[in-house]
């Protein structure tokens, strides 16, 4: 039952985080982007697809930005299309009756302006690692802005015992039959605090927190061949569901 609830409960949570805003194409004949508001923006919109028995890819797209589809795997499913497909994996863990790690981060809710230049610059030194430009990195957190209206969620910056900020991560919540659920949403240490722990203690800051609000499980998803989801199968998160996640062919 545990596991049925998970699955079920981690899937909702990718719907409605994609779908907040009206910036996602969901397939087949779902609502389209609102005139897409972001024409500069070099990352792709997102095109759900909720069936994989669905999936159209001749469907027409709302505007001229690359959409990246993501269709459900279930056991045994091929997809052809063609080049390169990703999987990704969503993984839940129910809390932990005692929270993994000391207490050695503090979570500061993102709530002014301060907060989000604070959240900004966070967001610049740590996509800088990956060769992200300044302002790519800044339009990545109006992005979170923007969701966040169409979104039962919070923002925190992550900050050590003498206030300085170590990284960050976002909570967004879903009320379920079962209980409260927290999706985690961009879990970051900054580069120079990595390999030091600083990730174990945010997400043991984040079960304390989640614990006094009341949650029965938080959940996330990751890239399945990368080397954060060992990270969080050892911090206790298990495998619930898979996706496959592609680009629709250019010129197409």
Known sequence: MET?????????????????GGEVFELPYGVATRDCEWPGQSLSHLAIVADTRAFDPEHPMPCRHRYEFVVPAPDGFHLEVPGEIRRSIAMNMPLPAEPP???????????????????????????????????RARRMVDHIRRRKRFLDGEWHLALSNDGIVIGGIGLVVFETPSGRLGRLQDVDILPRFQGRGF??????????????????????????????????????????????????????
């Open 199 to 252: 990730g174990n203690e945010l997400i043991a800051a984040v079960v304390r927190e989640d614990r006094r609000s009341g949650y029965s499980s938080i959940c996330l998803r990751a890239d399945a061949d990368d080397w954060p989801k060992k990270w969080y199968a050892r911090l206790g998160f298990t495998p619930v569901e898979e996706w496959l996640r592609f680009h629709k062919p250019e010129g197409s």
């Open 101 to 135: 790690g000391s207490e050695e981060l503090e979570l500061d809710r993102v709530e002014d302006e301060a907060g989000w230049s604070r959240m900004a610059r966070m967001r610049v030194e740590v996509e800088s690692a990956f060769g992200v430009e300044p302002e």
């Open 4 to 20: 049925t609830f998970a699955r079920r409960a981690v899937l909702v949570t990718e719907w409605r985080i994609a779908s907040a």
